[in-house]
């Protein structure tokens, strides 16, 4: 079991939709993060949040827009997605972005489908 | 920049034999290295981190190794079993930058290993 949840499992959504992902941990952990990941490839970093912040943007598109309510929520808000914006969306946190090398800690994962 | 390479990319074994999966990374200036599993469809599993400062880190039937200074970590599964099949992803994670930060892990494209029962 994984101590990251994430919600939906899986999302089919047309290009106009507006959807929402989100991610929960209660590890205390004050790191958290978005990662996009394509089938056969590694995890690529999207954003993270520190201490509910954002500190890194990883020149993501505006039509993602994350949001941090508090230390255990994590959002990731879509508009206006193109079908090749499918993938795996997966959150993750570890203790702080700085120094400690904590590991970090995935949940399952949103299958996201864009039509 | 850092470059995390993993041989083989797939790897097909019976099951009971032991096995090594190899990460290798281009820049030694790293915190730490972290290794873990991916089933089809969803999220990583940690499954070992080594410090810069350890040799090796062991969980059950896993030894991690890392040997720093020639860029190279080993995963070795002692006894494998059907339910090993996945995905092996490793990371590194740099040493902190100027302001303290070293949150960008540095994946490998992982190796796919199947046991055959």
């Known amino acids: 079991d994984t101590e990251v949840t994430q919600t939906p499992k899986h999302l089919v959504m047309g290009m106009t939709n507006k959807k929402s992902l989100k991610c929960e941990q209660h590890?205390?952990?004050?790191?958290m993060y978005w990662y996009k990941q394509k089938a056969k490839k590694p995890p690529e970093l999207m954003f993270v949040?520190?201490?509910?912040?954002?500190?890194i943007n990883e020149s993501v598109p505006s039509r993602f827009s994350p949001e941090c309510p508090n230390s255990s929520l994590l959002n990731l808000h879509l508009h206006a997605l193109q079908p090749e914006d499918s993938a795996l969306y997966l959150c993750a946190s570890s203790q702080a972005i700085q120094g400690q090398g904590s590991p970090l800690h995935f949940g399952n994962g949103t299958r996201l489908t864009v039509t | 920049k850092q470059e995390v390479t993993q041989i083989p990319a797939a790897l097909s074994v019976p099951e009971g034999e032991n096995l090594v999966l190899n990460c290798s990374f281009t820049d030694s200036a790293i915190y730490n290295l972290q290794w873990f599993r991916q089933d089809p469809g969803k999220g990583l599993t940690s499954l070992l981190l080594?410090?810069?400062?350890?040799r090796e880190q062991t969980s059950g039937r896993l030894n991690a190794s890392l040997d720093k200074s020639s860029g190279r970590s080993t995963l070795y599964i002692a006894a494998s079993q059907p339910g090993d099949s996945a995905t092996y992803l490793c990371a590194v994670r740099p040493e902190e930058d100027s302001g303290g930060s070293n949150y960008k892990l540095t994946f490998g494209k992982g190796t796919l290993l199947t046991v055959n029962p």
């Open positions: 949040y520190s201490y509910e912040k954002l500190s």
């Open positions: 080594i410090q810069s400062s350890q």
């Open positions: 590890m205390g952990h004050r790191a």
